[in-house]
């Protein structure tokens, strides 16, 4: 679906510099991973406001209104679940908000464009937390698996079980992250793309 936008009125006539750029200075400001997820959600929006003629870097963010953003929203969430238009949303306000520091967009016209309808969002939890039977049938594979990968995979396990880390966090980690005596991880460029140590529990680690 695209909205009934000319490409003309919101392509960029002139090259910004990056460092003047809305997308690309609201996407320096995130972590490596939301970059990418960022970057995607704002490829799709500028394709979706000009009929794929445009992506993150040749739309003219600052001349988005109420109308287009209105208009965004409505038609993401016809082909989006809620917690998806949510995240993409949430782009393109990051990027609107960059436009109105950079005195590229009138704070009045920036206040109207992302005054918009709250997307509802009652969705079911995904997955199931595994019993402690399960968990151990898991490591216990692993452990059998004499391999680098059997290894790689019982070391995963406990520390995602034993830390709470997200994903995206545990497979960035580096051997010079962990400190054998302590249990202490050392989680960098975590959430928000900040640092922080976390403590593998007793006996995660022996």
Known sequence: MSVTLTTTSLSLTTALPLTGHPARVYLSSLSPGSQRTMRQALDAIASLLTNNECDAD???WAA???QHTAAVQAALLEINSPATVKKKMAALRGVLAVAKKLKLMDPEDFEAAVDLPKIKNHPLPRGRALTQ???????KVCASDTTNQGVRDKALIGILRGT???RAEVVKLEVRDFDGSTGALEV???KGGKDRTVYLPEGAFA
């Not at 039977?133 to 490591?139: C, G, M, V």
Request: net charge neutral; charged share 20%; proline share 0%.
């Open 188 to 190: 960098r460029q975590g």
């Open 164 to 166: 709470g880390l997200r």
């Open 58 to 60: 040749t739309l003219d």
């Open 133 to 139: 039977t399960e968990i151990t049938a898991l490591i």
């Open 64 to 66: 988005l209104t109420y």
